[in-house]
């Protein structure tokens, strides 16, 4: 977006745009959610910054009426597979907090210098003032939503001392942490005092059909699911966690309400981050929606189901065997694989509400977790394969790979092919443009939507068998695809494919 865009955005004050960019106003000192309910500055007082932490560097502080910190995050850091994209996947994800800006450099195969002049001159701020921003938005999230005291805020936000915060709140926001907290209403008393409660943000629309991908794919004693709730155990750097997430779509605002059972403080910027991009929260739904509609094929699909979402994943190593176990055969046959591994995976430390385990680490599954399985001795042996890289390190992936690096680490592994590294990259990376075209439930989803290319009556144009005229939204266009494949009759028997998706 140009200035005059920006600025015809926060003129009509758009909500879809929070989080996408901020407004700085020389004349107050202030910086603003696009959606600001104040009257509109004058364009020549107005500077646009693309984080929030740009915006502090340059002496501006949030404004205390449109609280520009209690947004969604941006899409940009999924669909920018850059080394800026990159890092703020990773800074959200709490590196800095555990390893610093060395630790996040190395991720990323640069230099601490040379990370700092690119991200300075690409984001408008350091690796450090972003990691700044996002614990300032962590502890208001947590001043506003909870009853933690100051000193569990600071250090569960990932700051280093109570001082620390302190400061940083009042550069920030203006107002002491205190202060902060009499803005808010808490939640009524009833929640157990050993969890935190908070509400998830989000933009408009969103589909609650993620929560049913989720649930028929859970498994038991680690994940449990419902049409609309989510809930499991999961292991972060520094121990066990367990949290739930449900949805009313009934109450104003169709709040989505995280209820963390069991964490180490340390670890919360973290999970948040992760269940964020669990259920795909900052994604841009009127613009994939635009876009996914506007091809006839999937015009009805989108209708009927706006603000579709796709689905992230708490652990990348996790995913990676759960995908590798769910090729060539169906959602419910791997599930019943997985159960079995899942015997294989140590007791979690704080069992509750029926979640009593953890999904096995690589080196579990390495050692003899793999003897539960059943099925194509090829299949078993690439799992451990795996298994045995990702344990001794030979293999390391995450959140802040772009796809060809993905594909570099991931296909010279046995058993790993084209679709295993979309499908990881979708669910790990968030990628908004992957289309598996060879999968099965793909091309029944096509068949289901009586969508077999042909041409437009009009246009004579002849739709790509891809979709890449949804690009860069492809991704979506699956879970579309994916849908509509589940919600048909049985299909006609599909002859075997290469990797023939665990969708």
């Keep these: 977006m140009d200035f005059w865009q920006r600025y015809r955005a926060i003129d009509a004050r758009d909500t879809r745009f929070d989080g996408q960019f901020y407004t700085a106003v020389r004349t107050t000192g202030i910086y603003c959610r696009p959606s600001c309910p104040a009257r509109t500055p004058k364009a020549a007082n107005v500077t646009f910054y693309e984080t929030s932490a740009a915006a502090h560097d340059a002496g501006y502080r949030a404004c205390k009426r449109c609280l520009p910190e209690a947004v969604p995050g941006t899409p940009a850091w999924n669909v920018r597979q850059d080394l800026a994209g990159r890092a703020m996947r990773l800074i959200n994800d709490g590196v800095i907090n555990r390893d610093g800006v060395e630790g996040l450099a190395a991720r990323l195969g640069y230099s601490a210098r040379q990370l700092n002049r690119i ?30 005291k100051l000193a569990d805020v600071a250090f569960a936000s990932g700051f280093s001392s109570v001082r620390q915060f302190n400061e940083t709140m009042v550069e920030v926001f203006a107002m002491t942490p205190t202060a902060l907290r009499s803005t808010a209403r808490h939640h009524k008393p009833g929640t157990a005092a050993t969890s935190l409660t908070l509400t998830l943000p989000y933009r408009e629309p969103f589909d609650p059909g993620i929560f049913s991908f989720l ?10 699911g419902t049409p609309a709730s989510y809930a499991r155990t999961l292991r972060l750097p520094h121990g066990d966690a367990r949290f739930s997430v449900d949805y009313d779509g009934g ?11 069991a964490v180490d403080l340390r670890d919360l910027p973290a999970l948040l981050s992760r269940v964020r991009r669990l259920f795909d929260l900052d994604a841009d739904p009127v613009a994939i929606d635009g876009a996914l509609g506007g091809d006839p094929r999937l015009a009805a699909s989108v209708a009927g189901a706006p603000g579709i979402r796709l689905p992230g994943a708490v652990d990348p190593q996790e995913l990676l065997v759960r995908a590798m176990i769910g090729q060539q055969v169906t959602v419910a046959a791997a599930r019943t694989a997985l159960t079995q591994l899942s015997a294989a995976g140590s007791a979690s430390l704080m069992p509750a509400e029926g979640l009593d385990r953890l999904f096995p680490t690589a080196a579990e599954i390495a050692e003899d977790g793999y003897t539960l399985l059943r099925g194509p001795q090829r299949r078993i042996d690439a799992v451990r394969s795996a298994a045995s890289a990702l344990a001794d390190g030979r293999l390391d992936f995450g959140y802040g790979d772009d796809l060809p690096g993905l594909g570099a680490k991931l296909l010279p592994l046995p058993g790993v092919g084209p679709w295993t590294v979309g499908y990881v990259a979708m669910r790990v990376l968030g990628a908004p443009d992957v289309f598996l075209a060879n999968d099965a439930a793909v091309r029944n989803g096509i068949r289901a939507l009586g969508s077999t290319p042909g041409p437009d009556p009009i246009s004579h144009h002849v739709p790509s068998p891809d979709f890449r005229e949804v690009s860069p939204w492809r991704s979506y266009a699956t879970m579309h695809l994916w849908r509509a494949a589940a919600a048909a009759k049985p299909p006609k028997r599909v002859p075997a494919v290469p990797e023939k998706a665990m969708r």
């Design 119 to 148: 991200l300075s001159h690409e984001l408008g701020a350091g690796p450090l003032s972003l990691a700044r921003a996002s614990r300032a938005q962590t502890a208001r999230t947590l001043l506003v939503s909870t009853a933690m």
């Design 215 to 224: 649930a028929v794919r859970a498994i038991p004693g680690i994940e449990a």
């Design 251 to 261: 109450a104003p605002g169709r709040p989505l309400t995280l209820t963390i059972g």
